[in-house]
């Protein structure tokens, strides 16, 4: 079975949107897929996450018809690569939210912050099935 292209996109907005880019990229290894520019700033990037999905975002607006906080997101992201990646975040000074570990119900997760204090739990857990 294919899975569909992603139609379902999580946005944020950045008090500096190049600099969450780089270390979304850097750090936590999303890739860059588009930025566009207007006055200097990112009007709109698209960031895809290596095994599937993505997000959207852009400078703050704050007078924008679509206007959010900076770092008032939060995200729950799959990996099959938990404890790599998270080696791969603390070894990049990110802050440590919750530790990696198993839990009670049977994921194993981790927790950080981006710079603009954007939460990300990163683990295994694909959902429930969808029903037919």
């Given at each position: 079975m294919n899975t569909p292209a992603p139609t379902v996109w999580p946005t944020l907005q950045a008090r500096?949107?190049?600099?969450l880019i780089d270390w979304l990229?850097?750090?936590l290894g999303f890739e860059e897929t588009a930025a566009y520019t207007e006055d200097g700033k990112i009007a709109h990037a698209q960031l895809d996450w290596p095994e599937g999905g993505g997000i959207m975002l852009g400078?703050?607006?704050?007078?924008?018809?679509?206007?959010l906080p900076p770092g008032t997101f939060g995200?729950?992201?799959?990996?099959?690569?938990?404890?790599?990646l998270y080696e791969r975040?603390?070894?990049?000074?990110?802050?440590?939210?919750?530790?990696?570990?198993?839990q009670?119900?049977?994921n194993r997760e981790f927790a950080v912050a981006d710079p603009e204090g954007n939460q990300w739990s990163f683990g295994p857990y694909r959902g429930e099935p969808r029903r037919s």
């Open positions: 500096d949107a190049r600099a990229v850097g750090t400078d703050h607006k704050p007078d924008g018809e679509w206007s995200a729950y992201v799959v990996t099959e690569h938990v404890d790599a975040a603390k070894a990049a000074g990110a802050t440590i939210i919750r530790h990696v570990a198993d009670d119900y049977g």
